[in-house]
């Protein structure tokens, strides 16, 4: 592979100075190669060039024509790396400009990655819409709640209009129902005047089935390895190299030309890689030469299920570079301490002093047996600081891949929820919330797909049911494919300023603006950190400090008020916080002052916070 120029694009169409369309494909077994213009008519032949790849420098494409590429007299196919596909998967490509935007954000600076509060969402159904444009009208609201991030599921074009995004097949190309590319750089735009930065999420361990042609193009997969979604994409078999350009490619675009902050890497384990130099260390390398380059910082979020501490060590020390990384097992820990099902992958965690343990050391799983596995899992994390590791009480994962997409709102209690919320925003990792829960919305978030092929959808729908079957004994996953299940998955913005759901909102609010303000907080230092926990009451104590500020957390996930004993040598602790007070609709609050040496009375299923200086 040759090296990759950081400042432009090569891979498919692309503009130079001149105005003139630059063509590269990569098609190492392919005889002849043409680009067809469809609406003209008109055939371009490319020449053949080293590598496997096929150029041409023409006037004669401009921008919005549509094309396909024809390899050998036969095969008509959209560009693997095409920009825009507005008639879908299998239409035509449409020639964009990648220059064709006038962006106001220049004196944009990304927010410290320790600093980043987070908010996933779903652009089809964040609004009744669905669309880049209705998202742009509801960042006020986000604005208000506190978040300084947001973080948007996967936008590549996928089939029909209903997907999570990780069946996308044209890692280039900006879903055609949501807005195309010009929607998505508009709300990165706004998103930076009003101070938030932009989280995308990018599928770089697989593609989808429906609308997939890459293999036509060249061996973009292997069979030397499986996952579960089938054979793995080719980051380490014969012809790997610009398998590799392609993606790092691609992640250089939406840093470069659409102005993302940091990208979310699903499901890095999943990425079979074996080369001398893992695919990404190669990757965080090139983003590390276009940060120098720009200026602008960029960052890199991994998705792991490992606890494999490579994947969030410097690259100096022979690590993987991820600048943080979705920590799944503190969300494990807090939903079986709040009463959560221990079947399935829960069935490891033992609830409250696992909790205790995330809260420590991040992995629950450093080193030790685990049952689910039958075998000793993880290595220890303890000198990984806090912004290596990103938490949540919920995500799109962890609700959606429930066979019935209950979110927290549906399975435990309104005092439980508030309980939950706080014990993720008082950690010291970078907290995460997903869409709706600021507000204990009720909707259900379901897996749901449109595809086009009658046998791919029975497929989905058998294996919906057979990969949560160790959650649920009984009853029957709602239908993928049927446009009822998306639409029960939209957030109901009505509700935002009814009862209790306007209650929840404000403690939302308020629990940020503390985060925010409170050093002993907002500081991700793990060394200054102690957490207790009781089995019997089903309480625990975190304390956190910075310099002279000390916060004190007093946790009762029970559903009995429980009384803690405090032996802190006499200090005086104000109040910042009570989880339980009636005007967050709770059953009655504690004391505005205790004294170090006290008892304290805590209410069921109840958080307080308190802060004292030394």
């Known amino acids: 592979m040759n090296q990759i120029d950081v400042n432009r694009r090569s891979v498919g169409i692309n503009f130079n100075s001149k105005g003139e369309a630059e063509i590269m494909l990569w098609a190492p077994f392919t005889e002849r190669a043409e680009l067809a213009l469809t609406e003209d008519q008109i055939r371009l032949p490319l020449k053949k060039a080293e590598f496997g790849y096929w150029k041409l420098t023409t006037d004669k494409i401009k921008p919005h024509n549509r094309y396909k590429f024809i390899l050998d007299g036969e095969k008509e196919l959209p560009d693997p790396a095409s920009l825009s596909q507005?008639?879908?998967?299998?239409?035509?490509?449409?020639?964009?400009?990648?220059?064709?935007?006038?962006?106001?954000?220049?004196?944009?600076v990304n927010i410290p990655l320790n600093r980043y509060l987070i908010y996933e969402l779903h652009t089809g159904t964040f609004t009744s819409e669905g669309t880049f444009?209705?998202?742009?009208?509801?960042?006020?609201?986000?604005?208000?709640?506190?978040?300084?991030?947001?973080?948007?599921?996967?936008?590549?074009?996928?089939?029909?209009?209903?997907?999570?995004?990780?069946?996308?097949?044209?890692?280039?190309?900006?879903?055609?129902?949501?807005?195309g590319m010009n929607g998505l750089k508009s709300i990165v735009n706004s998103c930076h005047k009003k101070g938030l930065a932009v989280i995308l999420d990018v599928v770089y361990n697989h593609l989808g089935p429906e609308g997939n042609y890459l293999n036509e193009f060249g061996p973009y997969f292997t069979d030397k390895y499986k996952t579960p979604w089938g054979e793995a994409i080719n980051y380490d078999d014969a012809w790997c190299d610009d398998v590799r350009r392609f993606f790092i490619e691609n992640a250089l675009m939406w840093f470069r030309d659409f102005h993302i902050d940091a990208l979310r890497l699903d499901a890095v384990h999943a990425i079979k890689d074996f080369s001398p130099k893992h695919i990404l260390s190669e990757l965080k390398q090139y983003v590390n030469l276009?940060?120098?380059?720009?200026?602008?910082?960029?960052?890199?979020?991994?998705?792991?299920?490992?606890?494999d501490r490579r994947f969030i060590e410097p690259l100096e020390i022979n690590g993987y570079g991820m600048d943080s990384q979705w920590i799944d097992e503190f969300h494990h820990a807090l939903r079986v301490t709040s009463?959560?099902?221990?079947?399935?992958?829960?069935?490891?965690?033992?609830?409250?002093?696992?909790?205790?343990?995330?809260?420590?050391?991040?992995?629950?799983?450093?080193?030790?047996?685990?049952e689910h596995r039958h075998k000793t899992f993880g290595t220890n994390a303890a000198d990984s600081p806090g912004e290596k590791f990103i938490v949540f009480s919920q995500n799109h994962d962890q609700v959606g891949n429930r066979m019935l997409g209950e979110r927290s709102s549906q399975l435990v209690s309104f005092?439980?929820?508030?309980l939950m919320a706080a014990a993720v925003l008082v950690s010291p990792f970078i907290p995460l919330l997903f869409m709706g829960e600021e507000w204990s919305e009720p909707n259900p978030f379901l897996y749901f797909v449109s595809h086009t092929d009658p046998g791919l959808i029975e497929a989905v729908r058998k294996g919906r049911k057979a990969e949560f079957s160790e959650f649920h004994?009984?009853?029957?996953?709602?239908?993928?494919?049927?446009?009822?299940?998306?639409?029960?998955?939209?957030?109901?913005?009505?509700?935002?300023?009814?009862?209790?759901?306007?209650?929840m909102y404000r403690y939302y609010q308020t629990l940020i603006s503390i985060r925010k303000k409170e050093p002993a907080i907002y500081e991700l230092n793990r060394k200054q950190i102690n957490c207790e926990h009781d089995e019997k009451t089903q309480t625990l104590i975190l304390r956190r400090w910075h310099e002279n500020q000390h916060i004190l957390c007093l946790m009762n996930f029970s559903k009995t008020r429980q009384e803690l004993n405090l032996t802190n040598g006499g200090n005086e602790w104000n109040k910042l916080l009570d989880s339980a007070?009636?005007?967050?609709?709770?059953?009655?609050?504690?004391?505005?002052?205790?004294?170090?040496?006290?008892?304290?009375?805590?209410?069921?299923?109840?958080?307080?916070?308190?802060?004292?200086?030394?």
């Open 473 to 503: 004994t009984q009853g029957e996953a709602p239908d993928p494919q049927a446009q009822e299940t998306f639409l029960k998955s939209k957030l109901q913005w009505n509700l935002v300023n009814t009862e209790i759901h306007e209650t």
């Open 133 to 179: 444009s209705a998202l742009e009208k509801k960042l006020d609201h986000l604005k208000n709640l506190g978040i300084n991030a947001i973080e948007i599921m996967p936008v590549a074009q996928f089939p029909g209009v209903r997907n999570w995004g990780y069946d996308g097949v044209f890692p280039f190309a900006v879903q055609n129902s949501y807005g």
């Open 339 to 370: 009463g959560g099902e221990r079947n399935g992958y829960y069935s490891d965690f033992k609830g409250i002093s696992h909790l205790a343990k995330a809260y420590h050391d991040a992995y629950v799983y450093d080193g030790i047996y685990s």
């Open 415 to 418: 005092e439980m929820q508030k």
């Open 86 to 108: 507005p008639d879908g998967v299998h239409g035509a490509s449409e020639v964009i400009d990648l220059k064709d935007f006038v962006w106001t954000d220049d004196l944009w």
């Open 290 to 307: 276009l940060v120098k380059n720009t200026g602008r910082k960029h960052y890199l979020i991994a998705e792991s299920d490992l606890n």
């Open 581 to 614: 007070d009636p005007k967050w609709q709770g059953p009655g609050e504690a004391p505005e002052l205790i004294l170090g040496n006290s008892t304290v009375n805590i209410q069921p299923e109840s958080m307080l916070i308190y802060k004292s200086y030394a």
